[in-house]
């Protein structure tokens, strides 16, 4: 094979000038452009026919087909797989790479054969030569054989010369890059070539066309008009939505031409199932369905986060219940390094890709999707005036908050910034009119649906009524809990917790008992003879806890416990549909108001609402696994760690005096008086 290729880089030097010389297109386009084109010869050493040789060595037998691979090698090509393997393994010990040679198959992957010992070598990791050498030479080859017009071969050709000359000064690094790409793709060594007839002997000899710098080749009118088609090429609100989810699903930049085309039937039953087995959504619930996944108030929180860690200001790093793992609070502590970057992109890029996701399955309203996606846009463009802006932030989130369990995208995201084909350099990034993808709550009210606490998951949302699935889901978990069949009895029985609650079955029937111990053995005696209902025995165990004072029953204010039902209540009532937008503010106005009469911060709050669970919680032998459960979850919502676990540690409690330093960024929620923007 070596020999062969020996011969092949021989010939190519004189080929590669009379290709240019019998292209049709030179004059039009420019001589010198044609010279990126290098297309191997037949092995008798002459240019073989452009569409035969399209169609043997490409399989390229459409104009559509010659398109999407161009569009593919300029933004992707093979070197994205190389690049990102080289990136893993710099970061790995020896025997790890060694481990993952072994495990990665050659068959599969023949650059596995090589990769490692360049990584340990040192050589030079840069081969995208090898993709935008290719991408002139395919212009060349779909202009002579008529998929292409004049102006489309020259756009592509053009492209082509800028990317290259992006990467390299002169040509003989960038012909050594081009070895190397040839190398990967073989999966054997083609860098040492015959003396003779390498690169850079051709280079010095006299009268050869790259005696002309790479600058030099393209005119800067024909690289306006080459960036203009480019972006032409992928100017529709598709392919923005397209580069962000490509991102976690590289495979999407197959589709570059038109990512709106018909799919397989196999790919668009994979979308349908990741829908609904990993996001339970489904297609009858509509697009609307999506915006529970637009998470406003969690950027919010992860910029205030790091407004303070850039600070040095910190939640506690232990507590009464227990203190944070170390890696959890290792994990807060990287947020200093993302304060400078907006943090909305680290959940907006899995809202797109949940998006693009359900463009795919082909079941939902196409218009509702993008009116989605047109919103998404605006708000991103908004909040990252360029795509390298969005793609740092990006990028220094993910290393701040990288998924758990899961591989990690900052060798993706490091990719896309640097490397200058990538589509995100190439998508339309100019703003519509200001709009979310969904409504803001106001600080206030995240505030206070952070009152729920633990109770329950964060409301990172302003809550809307749900689809038809989790409103059955959360009417059961209602009925259950609390035999609550209607929207009259929900509201009824959160006035109640807010006006009495338990706090004041506790005043009344338990309270008495500590002024008289005589009197409360007695009751316990008479409870622990004979048969008894589960009632008797809850009140026993009850009166059990106000004796031993079981975590501070006697003293803590329990307060929180009917706080924290009341708004977990209401948010259920409004997801339900049984509470309108303002009947829910309401309710969220009185627990915050509560909360301020009754305590003094998160701390007293946390202690209040662990007693309340424990004083309260019926018969069960998994108490303790319970309690143990609460007090870890306490852990993490008083210390901020891990991040999104909880959201106190960003948010003052009500009433208190603010202790925050202002976030740098728009994306926060309305009515913060510290935000300076």
């Known amino acids: 094979m070596l020999d062969a290729l020996h011969a092949w880089w021989g010939q190519q030097l004189e080929l590669c000038t009379a290709n240019s010389r019998s292209c049709p297109l030179s004059a039009a386009t420019g001589e010198d452009l044609w010279h990126l084109g290098i297309a191997c010869p037949t092995p008798e050493g002459r240019w073989p026919d452009p569409g035969l040789w399209l169609a ?30 080289a990136a893993g393994l710099k970061a790995m010990s020896v025997p790890k790479r060694l481990e993952w040679q072994q495990q990665t198959s050659v068959e599969d992957a023949p650059h596995a054969a090589l990769l490692p010992d360049w990584v340990a070598a040192g050589e030079p990791l840069e081969w995208a030569a090898w993709d935008w050498l290719r991408l002139a030479e395919l212009a060349w080859a779909g202009a002579c054989c008529g998929y292409l017009s004049e102006a489309e071969a020259g756009h592509f050709a053009g492209h082509a010369a800028e990317l290259l000359h992006a990467r390299h000064d002169d040509w003989q690094s960038l012909l050594q890059a081009y070895l190397r790409g040839l190398s990967l793709f073989c999966g054997a060594d083609c860098r040492e070539l015959d003396p003779a007839i390498q690169p850079p002997a051709a280079l010095r000899a ?43 699903d590289p495979e999407l930049m197959l589709r570059q031409r038109e990512p709106r ?33 637009w998470l406003p108030a969690q950027a919010h929180h992860l910029n205030q986060m790091a407004a303070d860690a850039v600070h040095g200001l910190h939640a506690p790093s232990r507590t009464p219940f227990g203190r944070p793992s170390r890696e959890a609070l290792a994990e807060r502590g990287r947020l200093s390094q993302a304060s400078r970057h907006a943090a909305t992109v680290h959940m907006a890029e899995k809202f797109a890709f949940y998006l693009h996701m359900a463009m795919d399955s082909r079941g939902f309203d196409d218009a509702a999707l993008l009116a989605l996606g047109e919103s998404l846009k605006n708000c991103l463009c908004h909040f990252y005036a360029t795509p390298t802006r969005l793609l740092a932030a990006w990028l220094a989130w993910e290393r701040c908050l990288p998924e758990p369990d899961q591989a990690g995208l900052e060798h993706d995201i490091a990719w896309h910034l640097n490397d200058p084909g990538s589509i995100f350099h190439w998508v339309d990034w100019q703003p519509g009119a200001w709009q979310e993808p969904d409504e803001r709550p106001s600080l206030r009210h995240f505030t206070a649906m952070a009152l729920v606490g633990p109770l329950n998951s964060i409301a990172w949302r302003q809550p809307e009524p749900e689809s038809r699935r989790e409103r059955e889901s959360i009417r059961t978990w209602v009925e259950e809990h609390y035999q609550l069949h209607e929207a009259e009895e929900l509201r009824g029985f959160v006035d109640t917790l807010l006006e009495a609650g338990d706090r004041q079955e506790y005043q009344i029937n338990y309270a008495p008992y500590t002024l008289n111990r005589a009197r409360l053995d007695d009751e316990i005696a008479v409870l622990q003879t004979g048969d008894s209902d589960v009632e008797e025995r809850n009140h026993r165990l009850r009166l059990e806890r106000v004796r031993d004072n079981e975590d501070g029953c006697n003293e803590r204010d329990m307060a929180a416990w009917d706080i924290a039902q009341a708004v977990d209540l209401a948010i259920a009532g409004r997801e339900l549909g049984w509470l309108d937008q303002a009947q829910l503010a309401g309710f969220l106005e009185r627990a915050y108001a509560l909360a301020e009469n009754h305590y003094g911060g998160w701390q007293e709050y946390a202690e209040g609402l662990y007693t309340g669970f424990s004083f309260f919680m019926g018969e069960t032998g998994e108490r303790e696994s319970f309690l143990a459960g609460l007090r870890q979850a306490l852990v993490t919502w008083r210390c901020g760690a891990p991040v999104l676990g909880g959201a106190w540690a960003s948010l003052d409690f009500p009433g208190s005096r603010p202790r925050h330093f202002a976030p740098l960024h728009i994306d926060t929620l309305p009515g913060d008086r510290q935000t300076l923007h």
């Open 261 to 293: 085309l018909p799919l397989p039937e196999p790919r668009r039953r994979e979308a349908e199932r990741y829908l609904e087995e990993v996001l339970e959504l489904y297609a009858d619930e509509g697009a609307g369905a999506l915006k529970r996944y």
């Open 56 to 85: 043997q060595a490409w399989q390229i037998h459409a104009r559509e087909a010659l398109v999407d691979v161009m569009l593919w090698l300029a933004a992707q090509g093979e070197r994205q797989r190389w690049d990102i393997d």
């Open 206 to 248: 006299p009268g050869r066309p790259w005696q002309r710098t790479l600058a030099a080749l393209l005119e800067p009118a024909s690289r306006e008009a080459s960036r203009a088609a480019m972006r032409g090429y992928r100017a529709t609100l598709a392919h923005w939505l397209q580069a962000l989810a490509g991102v976690r």
